[in-house]
């Protein structure tokens, strides 16, 4: 079965720092780009970070620039968003996604269930 | 960045209906325009990629058009488990953005 699950999430105090995981299985995951995608409590959906297949390029949406890294290990199948001097404004839940491979295809076709960050004193 | 401007945000209908979103992009996505539909406290779901194409396993009556910066989804014979919120996404870029969604609720 092809699923993403991600880890990590919680409570956290403004300033803090939090490291998310998101485990692959069932697809090749050497072979897409992966995102992380979120969504703050009652707001639209909201792309974060993506990463190429062998991690030699990142992007990232401008406000998290600075603050979040997104990184890959192929050998583990497995995504990380490093996320520091979190903010109230960064409160959502994280989903990984498989964006496409090299043709864009099969994109946004896979997304974890998502997990919960909440930055609060 | 790509703008993805997204209408209405809301939209009331009856099982039965034909419902129609829209979905405007700053700059021309080159049909790489996805739609997805979500239901509350789940991940979305993709409906359609390539501004038209529809992933195996996803009803007919949902449809997608458009090319440049104007694209649609139509929802044929709204059914009870269509009211939900819907996005979509330009994915032309490595920047890939969200309209603000449409939610569509029942009449």
């Known amino acids: 079965e092809v699923q993403l699950v991600e880890s990590g999430g919680g409570l956290v105090q403004p300033g803090g720092s939090l490291r998310l995981s998101c485990a692959a299985s069932g697809f090749t995951f050497s072979n897409y780009w992966m995102s992380w995608v979120r969504q703050a409590p009652g707001k639209g959906l909201e792309w974060v970070a993506n990463?190429?297949?062998?991690?030699?390029?990142?992007n990232y949406v401008d406000s998290v620039k600075g603050r979040f890294t997104i990184s890959r290990d192929n050998a583990k199948n497995s995504l990380y968003l490093q996320m520091n001097s979190l903010r109230a404004e960064d409160t959502a839940v994280y989903h990984c996604?498989?964006?496409?491979?090299?043709?864009?295809?099969?994109?946004?076709?896979?997304w974890g269930q998502g997990t919960l960050v909440t930055v609060s004193s | 960045d790509i703008q993805m401007t997204q209408s209405p945000s809301t939209l009331s209908a009856s099982v039965g209906d034909r419902v129609t979103i829209t979905c405007r992009a700053s700059q021309s996505i080159n049909n790489w325009l996805a739609w997805y539909q979500q239901k509350p406290g789940k991940a979305p779901n993709l409906l359609i990629y390539k501004a038209s194409s529809l992933p195996s396993g996803v009803p007919s009556r949902f449809s997608g058009s458009g090319s440049g910066t104007e694209f649609t989804l139509t929802i044929n014979c709204l059914q009870p488990d269509d009211f939900a919120t819907y996005y979509c996404?330009?994915?032309?870029?490595?920047?890939?953005?969200f309209g603000g969604g449409t939610k569509v609720e029942i009449k």
């Open positions: 990463i190429k297949q062998d991690g030699s390029e990142k």
């Open positions: 996404q330009q994915y032309n870029s490595y920047f890939p953005t």
């Open positions: 996604v498989r964006d496409g491979d090299d043709n864009w295809n099969d994109w946004g076709t896979v």
